[in-house]
């Protein structure tokens, strides 16, 4: 009897890691992958290392042709999905062909979200999210004589530590009053307003952007809401992304700020499953609610656990969240979800910075430059659910490893 198998749309992190993990778990029957782009690759390395040229476009590939091939999975690149028909279990795609589906994955990412003011379509206005963005930002840095960088997020002040020390003026223009006001406690966030302002970048904080001014078709300069400007003749917009539920929601499916799913990443339909950037997932690290994460930690354990549940092992995703992001020669890591309102504590270092955040006496996140032991010390803690009070916290002589390795 024929199976039309796992039909996976979105060949980026999320979706390939669900084709590979489904293949080392044992599924035997057909696996396509669908994806807009060529072979899968690594983003994150697009702000980083790639950007910094310390690797190439083959160095960012998650696996080679030979794979796809060797492990039975259908990799159609080029090729997107324009419907879902749940009733005939089919998928319509953009170049007029259909697919039947015994199970249908989501793995359809996010979009980089748009600047919505005049000028916004200028030639040298960039944003980043694909390689394509990145060998055209790459190009552009390299005869730029004025850099500005809207949003002060991880993708912006990533490249904004690429870009320091190149005697090309950088400015960052963010709307709060502090980097990464969203993700970050204030100290990790003064931190590295300190570390890139000695390195030479420029911050317009509570600054708005009214528009882009142009000449000959080209960005000149940026518009601040206060009436005053910064030349810039290259401009990396960097203000967030958008989830990519559109194809759901078309198909009625439960969707608002990602795909809905249940604790095993089952939508509203039990034929469809979403991961990755595009989902929406319990998470007993936000209290039980539904929560989107943007990062490739996310995106990898998700997979694995729906690749668990089309295999016969079901499992609630619990894995601890956690990020990187590389800003000059500082390292910043954080583990957990943490809310504004979240207790600082400050571990003593001579070097770098850990701040453990806590919530009613309970360790929510941890958040560390250059401080590598501490995070995954602290990471273990957060998996474990294991007890770790502010006091053991702030004093630099608990052995926060030999807690988290007790038991």
């Not at 778990?25 to 072979?39: K, M, N, Q, S, W």
Request: glycine share 10%.
């Amino acid at each position: 009897m024929s199976t039309a198998g796992v039909v996976i749309v979105g060949a980026g992190q999320a979706g390939f890691q669900v084709a590979a993990s489904l293949r080392e778990a044992g599924f035997a029957d057909p696996i396509t992958l669908l994806g807009d782009e060529g072979l899968p690759y690594q983003r994150p390395p697009l702000s980083k290392a790639y950007l910094a040229g310390k690797t190439d476009a083959a160095g960012l590939c998650l696996r080679p042709p030979s794979y796809f091939v060797e492990h039975r999975i259908t990799h159609r690149s080029g090729v997107t999905a324009t419907a879902i028909d749940r009733r005939k279990r089919r998928v319509a795609l953009s170049d007029g062909s259909a697919l039947a589906y015994d199970h249908l994955v989501l793995a359809t990412g996010a979009r980089n979200r748009s600047l919505p003011v005049p000028g916004a379509n200028l030639a040298g206005v960039h944003q980043l999210r694909t390689l394509a963005d990145a060998d055209a930002l790459r190009a552009a840095r390299d005869r730029a004589n004025a850099i500005a960088i809207i949003g002060a997020g991880f993708i912006g002040l990533e490249f904004a530590g690429i870009c320091a020390g190149s005697g090309i003026p950088v400015t960052v223009i963010e709307a709060a009053d502090r980097p990464m006001a969203r993700a970050v406690s204030p100290e990790t966030a003064r931190f590295f307003t300190n570390a890139h302002t000695r390195a030479g970048i420029r911050f317009a904080f509570g600054a708005g952007v009214s528009a882009l001014e142009g000449k000959n078709g080209r960005v000149a300069e940026v518009q601040l809401a206060d009436g005053s400007s910064i030349a810039a003749d290259l401009v990396l917009v960097g203000i967030g992304v958008i989830p990519n539920e559109d194809l759901a929601e078309a198909a009625g499916l439960a969707v608002g700020d990602g795909i809905h799913t249940d604790a095993v990443l089952a939508t509203s339909d039990p034929g469809i499953s979403a991961v990755g950037d595009c989902a929406c997932v319990p998470s007993r690290f936000a209290a039980g609610q539904p929560v989107r994460i943007e990062s490739v930690q996310n995106a990898v354990d998700q997979a694995r656990c729906l690749a668990a549940r089309l295999t016969g092992r079901p499992t609630s995703y619990a894995a601890v969240p956690w990020f990187w992001s590389d800003q000059g020669p500082h390292k910043l890591q954080i583990a957990g979800l943490t809310r504004p309102d979240d207790v600082s504590v400050l571990r003593p270092s001579a070097t770098g910075l850990s701040v453990f955040r806590f919530r009613a006496g309970d360790l929510t996140g941890v958040e560390t430059v250059d401080r590598a032991a501490d995070h995954m010390a602290a990471r273990r803690i957060l998996g474990l659910g294991l007890r770790l009070s502010p006091e053991q916290a702030a004093d630099a002589t608990c052995d926060l490893k030999a807690l988290a390795t007790a038991r």
